[in-house]
């Protein structure tokens, strides 16, 4: 028993300790860390490594870990999919490729159509490669990723997009001469995330019907939290009843989704907000004031979200939000809060900012000491 307890200490210290890297730390010493496999003096992520790189540890007991075989089996064709885009189809992850990826899972559904209208010079609604190679050299600029700012010249030395020929090769052909179209893209960044979140899901406890529990949801979702924020929420995840309803890799596909509208789901429940406001009577001047909470019922919530997104949330995947953010149990909350405690998990904390001025790094250095000694 006494060995068991020194195990989870190990594990939680070294937990922990990552969390801070992925959160704080370069790209490059990400990578670094997370690669597992070196060739010719050269480190290299597997597809394993690229989820651990992305994912917040999270103290699971033993019994409740998913199967490692079973997982690989669920999860091959993200593996294989990963393999497309290698260098050389071994499987191996490069630091160009890790950032490559890295960068097509932040690109917006929107930047899409707006690279295509903007370097679709001859008007043929396609791309070449040059001109892709173009757009994701501007989708990776610090100053639109945090992700980038600060990378020292030989860390951005190493990043050469122009050298991952697994990318190209499967979008232009072998010998790159083929256009590439708007609908093509979409698909592949598309399926991209699908296979992310797939190696995501899988890394929960899975029952006989591939399914996971309504907590593990709840950790995912608040997973990218910040940490402060994220040690309260995962208590209150604690203290939830059992429940025997399952979520499937659908649900939790749709929930993911919902996340990455709030701004619509937001725009949708002030409409539905002025509307009730106008065809009630007037009360006083301030009943329809600006504020800085915008407190919203599960009713109010629903129908935003079918109003801004057309997703069909199931009602006990409600629940489970409001059990996380109705602070005073008047069975409202406010959703920017929800909203903002959320929202990193679109960019799995990518957008962390990683400049290392002075004063930023006593916050950070505040941080950690804090997360040392309270997580």
């Known amino acids: 028993m006494h060995k068991q307890s020194l195990e989870h200490w190990k594990r939680r210290r070294i937990g922990h300790y990552e969390n801070r890297i992925r959160a704080y730390s370069h790209p490059f010493k ?3 860390y997370f690669a597992s496999t ?3 003096g050269t480190d290299y992520m597997t597809a394993d490594d690229f989820i651990a790189s992305l994912l917040p540890f999270r103290d699971v007991p033993d019994h409740e870990r998913p199967d490692p075989a079973y997982r690989r089996l669920k999860t091959s064709s993200a593996a ?17 490729e890790y950032m490559l990826f890295l960068t097509l899972l932040q690109i917006p559904d929107h930047h899409i159509d707006m690279a295509f209208s903007a370097l679709d010079t001859d008007n043929n609604g396609h791309l070449s490669q040059s001109e892709l190679l173009q757009f994701l050299h501007a989708e990776s600029q610090p100053t639109r990723r945090p992700l980038f700012a600060r990378l020292g010249r030989q860390e951005q030395a190493k990043i050469t997009f122009a050298s991952c020929h697994g990318l190209p090769r499967l979008l232009f052909g072998a010998r790159g001469d083929h256009q590439l179209s708007r609908d093509v893209f979409r698909g592949f960044l598309q399926r991209l995330r699908h296979e992310v979140l797939k190696l ?5 406890a899975i029952d006989e019907t591939d399914r996971i529990g309504v907590k593990d949801m709840a950790y995912a979702l608040v997973s990218y939290a910040d940490w402060r ?15 025997t309803e399952r979520v499937s890799l659908d649900q939790f596909r749709t929930m993911d989704t919902l996340i990455k509208h709030l701004d619509e789901v937001e725009l949708a429940l002030h409409v539905i907000k002025s509307w009730s406001a106008a065809a009630a009577p007037a009360i006083n001047s301030s009943a329809t004031a600006p504020s800085a909470i915008l407190e919203v019922t599960k009713g109010e919530l629903k129908k935003a979200i079918h109003a801004g997104t057309s997703l069909k949330v199931p009602d006990v995947h409600l629940d489970i939000l409001f059990t996380l953010f109705d602070e005073n149990g008047n069975g409202k909350i406010d959703f920017r809060t929800f909203s903002e405690t959320l929202k990193p998990r679109i960019h799995k904390g990518l957008d962390t900012p990683r400049d290392f001025g002075f004063v930023r790094f006593l916050q ?12």
């Open 229 to 243: 924020k994220a040690e309260e929420l995962q208590k209150r995840i604690a203290r939830m009843p059992e429940s």
């Open 200 to 204: 995501e899901f899988f890394q929960y």
């Open 30 to 32: 990400v990578f670094q």
């Open 80 to 96: 294989q999919f990963l393999k497309l885009a290698d260098l050389d189809g071994d499987g191996l992850i490069s630091f160009s």
């Open 38 to 40: 070196s060739k010719g």
């Open 364 to 375: 950070h250095l505040r941080d950690c000491t804090l997360q040392q000694f309270f997580s």
